[in-house]
């Protein structure tokens, strides 16, 4: 006899999943600005799952995390980044040390990987969203492949924004969300270190009229 799942169960798979297409889109995407804008949309996939599980299990304090991602991830990063690719003048082509076809195929085993070491983990939890714990195990693991894929910076960075997003909806998903007070913390030191890397960027920029990553290898081996 099969069970139907509640609506808001149905809905938080639903966004998901959607989290999961989205990071492979990041991984796929070859233009920064698009990256930008898929990273916009995973906070706002965040954003509106978070506040649906606030609904669903009444907890309160999810709701003031769902605006704090909105406020953060929807708006004021992405408007950070594209300032930033504006005052820096950076090529709008994503480059990448593997083709993208074996970055898929890399990103689809990653994500069976997930769900095998998930398993386990989501019998053991007692939340209503125990089921998307291998999504978000896997979204995090495609950040982190798009991280060490990705020969520039904000590429980088991005990924980096993306995988937090994956490590967000996990906590989520296991324990409905993390206090308050380190959620606070965790937004601050987010908003605080990519206004350290802009300055970063520009330093980069001065030095080799670049932001690859490898010029700062070349500048170790001279040294």
Not at 104 to 124: D, E, K, R, T
Request: hydrophobic fraction near 60%; proline fraction near 3%; aromatic fraction near 8%.
């Amino acid at each position: 006899m099969t069970t139907t799942l509640p609506l808001f169960a149905q809905l938080i798979n639903l966004f998901a999943a959607i989290l999961l297409l989205l990071s492979f889109a990041m991984l796929a995407q070859r233009r920064v600005l698009s990256l930008i804008d898929l990273f916009a949309a995973q906070g706002l996939a965040l954003a509106t799952s978070t506040v649906i599980v606030a609904y669903a299990t009444k907890q309160p304090h999810l709701y003031f995390s769902a605006a704090l991602t909105l406020i953060l991830k929807v708006i004021l990063l992405p408007w950070i980044l594209h300032r930033l690719i504006r005052k820096l003048d950076v090529k709008w082509d994503v480059e990448q040390l593997i083709n993208i076809p074996t970055t898929m195929l890399v990103g689809i085993v990653l994500v069976v990987f997930a769900f095998n070491l998930a398993s386990p983990i989501s019998q053991l939890a007692s939340t209503v969203t125990r089921a998307t714990l291998g999504i978000a195990m896997a979204c995090v693991m495609l950040s982190f492949l798009m991280m060490i894929t990705r020969r520039k910076a904000i590429p980088q960075v991005i990924g980096f924004l993306s995988m937090e997003n994956g490590l967000f909806f996990a906590a989520t998903s296991a324990t409905y969300g993390m206090p308050m007070v380190v959620e606070l913390g965790i937004a601050l030191d987010v908003l605080v270190g990519m206004l350290i890397l802009g300055v970063f960027f520009f330093q980069i920029r001065e030095q080799f009229d670049s932001l690859d990553l490898q010029h700062l290898e070349k500048l170790k081996e001279s040294e």
